[in-house]
């Protein structure tokens, strides 16, 4: 494994603050892709009383070779996970709700209807703005007509690598599945729409530049590009960390696609700073 460079350490923090975090989590049973993922920002988010919610389990039906999150069989869905939920978004205070999940192809709807549940139940007792970081759903239609119905404001969905290396990175996805998910939910709602991928191997400016290129013709609203920083040994492997200089080479590049709104770094993750991005969006 290469020696990870300075810019990308992030020290841990352990205040009042992320106590006071943890201790709504663990009450109420609830899971965090902060954790599950091992976010270089967990520390920063938790001090800012925020977090994104992992719903549907802590395993996943899929074995993505970048991903921290085990591949394993999923237990029955907890049915008083939306309320929970919920629950902790009050007592949070956040103003800015973002949740993601696992993948979940043992659901016949993906977990679709799962997402619907916690966007009502949110709205039920709390006035913060949702967004959703969700599976491709194996580009089920129905599924994503629930996510429509139920109207986050943001739907995020990652395209998370390049399309030459989707296969490597993501054998059980498919690149343009992801950009037609993306295309489907803006032809049919007014809902912001997000995006992001990491870069591991040194991709070639063409390359990234294409990627950049499918996300805008999908009417993707906001696109967020960080480095994979490779969890373990057994993980796909990181041939390449992107100097300072060439992430500030890639918002260049970002925005003469056409796309207005990113957030583009080395330690960018897709629900980073994820509020100023709607704001901004907005």
Do not use: W
């Amino acid at each position: 494994m290469l020696r990870l460079p300075e810019y990308l350490k992030r020290p841990i923090i352990d205040t009042e603050k992320t106590k006071i975090v943890r201790n709504i989590l663990k009450t109420k049973c609830l899971n965090t892709v902060c954790d599950g993922a091992r976010c270089p920002n967990k520390s920063e988010c938790y001090s800012a009383n925020t977090a994104t919610f992992l719903i549907m389990g802590n395993v996943c039906t899929r074995n993505c070779r970048y991903c921290n999150i085990s591949p394993a069989r999923p237990g029955p869905l907890d049915k008083n996970e939306p309320r929970h939920i919920a629950e902790a978004v009050k007592e949070l205070g956040l103003k800015f709700a973002v949740i993601t999940s696992v993948t979940r192809d043992d659901l016949p709807d993906g977990g679709a209807g799962h997402f619907k549940k916690c966007i009502e139940e949110i709205r039920k007792i709390s006035d913060a703005k949702i967004e959703i970081l969700t599976p491709d759903f194996k580009g089920n239609r129905k599924a994503l007509d629930l996510i429509i119905e139920a109207h986050p404001d943001v739907f995020n969905h990652n395209i998370e690598t390049v399309r030459a290396l989707f296969k490597t990175a993501r054998p059980q996805g498919d690149y343009d599945t992801s950009l037609e998910v993306l295309k489907y939910v803006k032809d049919n709602s007014d809902i912001i729409t997000k995006s992001g991928f990491i870069v591991v191997l040194g991709e070639e400016r063409l390359i990234i530049e294409s990627t950049l290129i499918d996300l805008k013709n999908a009417g993707v609203n906001i696109v967020t590009v960080g480095q994979y920083i490779q969890p373990s040994k057994q993980h796909l492997e990181t041939v390449k960390y992107y100097t300072l200089e060439e992430f500030e080479e890639l918002k260049k590049l970002t925005k003469q696609t056409g796309i207005k709104n990113y957030q583009i770094g080395p330690l960018v993750r897709s629900s980073y700073h994820a509020s100023s991005l709607f704001e901004a969006a907005l």
